[in-house]
């Protein structure tokens, strides 16, 4: 009589490895034409952040010549710079703005 084989395919559970997505630093870059004002307008607009955390950053943009705005995922950074680009544009400013990976 023949014997049973086993002809299970089962696999065994394996751990999955997952690393987190990376992250993106949106920066914000100085020029000579961008009002201050319009600037701290901007990161509180686009990166809500509150006044004094604001001007904070408009002040490190002002004096060494780039600044944070937040670190996002690709996509919402993506997002977020070309929502500063337009409205930087819409008002007839030649803000840059770009992100850098982490």
Do not use: W
Not at 30 to 55: C, G, H, I, K, W
Not at 85 to 94: D, E, I, L, M, V
């Amino acid at each position: 009589m023949p014997s049973k084989s086993n002809g299970s395919t089962l696999l065994k559970p394996s751990a999955a490895k997952t690393k987190p997505p990376p992250m993106f630093q949106v920066v914000m870059y100085n020029d000579d034409y961008t009002p201050m004002e319009f600037v701290v307008e901007v990161l509180q607009v686009f990166f809500a952040l509150p006044s004094e955390r604001a001007t904070q950053v408009m002040l490190k943009v002002h004096t060494e010549g780039r600044g944070v705005c937040g670190i996002y995922p690709r996509d919402v950074a993506s997002t977020k710079v070309e929502q500063v680009t337009a409205y930087s544009r819409q008002h007839q400013h030649p803000l840059q703005c770009a992100m850098e990976e982490t």
